[in-house]
């Protein structure tokens, strides 16, 4: 979901391109101060509940789409791929019912600021959850840190591979994108996997247009576990264009990560999140382990450190209670 990169150093976080475990289903976690029961029937009360439950979320989730701090191509683009992806899903994902003080958090000083947006599905769906994000932070330096993260997982009904998107800026004229769709399994023991979601679908393709563009370099994450974890086919690319500045910046995110994100978001809803896949017992079980371990690591290594030093420990330590009830096994 998100890395901390000061200046020209950039570690990234192994959030956002993790394989999935199965979480746990709807659960509502609202304060009482905001629901607005008034002393009368049952039926009143439960009917004044859900309104406020609705409204709560509906304020919630306007918060999250807004995405305040960034650019207008790249809000184009969040905005698009979040609604494509609910719209694809809408009768199987469940509300967000995170608490209000995790869907929108911020640091004491107000100078780190995030929206988080989770949102699980049915039982009987091959998605296990949604997760969006963004993350505004202002720079010691001057300047501002702004993230924006879309990822989808896939429970153990299903070994095909989670889809990852994710946007870091650090200045209006550096940005990285990340855009994976991570496998679940061993692509050496298994290439059959490798063939179906990687060759055939003709993803490298997109990754080499995009190497065409003058201004887009390879990025190498610091972390060899992150490379290891990726998948041969990945998007890591950092794009600077200091010469052309602002308007050259968005207009490569219009023209360029723009349509090939839509295409990536399209063959991972195609190929992966609604094909169906006989998963054995055993492949159950194998994918249940992998994706718990990896959850897991990202936790003790990533997320444990960084969140206290944007927000703080109390505001860290509440964020990271509601996220490991997704992202551990």
């Not at 901390?4 to 990234?12: D, G, K, L, Q, T």
Request: hydrophobic share 35%; proline share 6%.
């Amino acid at each position: 979901m998100m890395e901390v990169m000061i200046c020209e150093n950039f570690r990234y976080s192994p959030l956002s391109i993790l394989s999935s475990s199965p979480s746990p289903r709807c659960h509502l976690s609202v304060p009482s101060s905001s629901l607005r029961i008034k002393p009368s029937s049952s039926s009143s009360s439960s009917s004044s509940v859900s309104c406020s439950l609705m409204e709560n979320q509906e304020t919630h989730r306007s918060k999250f789409m807004d995405f305040p701090f960034v650019s207008s191509a790249q809000k184009n683009l969040m905005v698009d791929l979040v609604s494509t992806l609910e719209n694809r899903f809408h009768s199987q994902l469940l509300p967000c019912t995170l608490p209000s003080d995790v869907q929108y958090y911020q640091s004491q000083t107000a100078t780190a600021q995030a929206s988080l947006h989770i949102r699980p599905a049915h039982n009987d769906s091959q998605i296990d959850f949604v997760l969006g994000s963004w993350v505004h932070s202002e720079l010691p330096t001057g300047g501002s840190l702004d993230i924006t993260s879309l990822s989808a997982y896939l429970n153990s009904s299903t070994d095909a591979p989670n889809f990852v998107f994710e946007m870091i800026r650090s200045s209006p004229t550096m940005l990285v994108l990340i855009l994976d769709l991570p496998p679940r399994k061993d692509l050496v023991l298994w290439p059959d996997d490798l063939k179906t979601f990687y060759e055939d679908t003709q993803l490298d393709k997109h990754r080499q247009a995009l190497d065409r563009v003058p201004e887009v370099q390879p990025y190498f994450s610091s972390s060899l576990y992150i490379r290891t974890v990726s998948s041969p086919t990945a998007i890591m690319v950092r794009i600077l264009t200091e010469n052309g500045g602002v308007e050259r910046m968005e207009e490569i995110i219009r023209d360029h990560l723009d349509p090939i994100s839509k295409q990536v978001l399209g063959i991972w809803l195609d190929h992966c999140a609604c094909a169906k896949r006989q998963v054995g017992e055993a492949e159950r079980a194998y994918l249940k382990k992998r994706d718990g371990l990896i959850r897991n690591k990202t936790i003790e290594i990533d997320l444990g450190s960084s969140f206290p030093r944007l927000f703080g420990p109390e505001v860290a330590n509440r964020v990271l209670d509601a996220i490991k009830e997704y992202f551990t096994v």
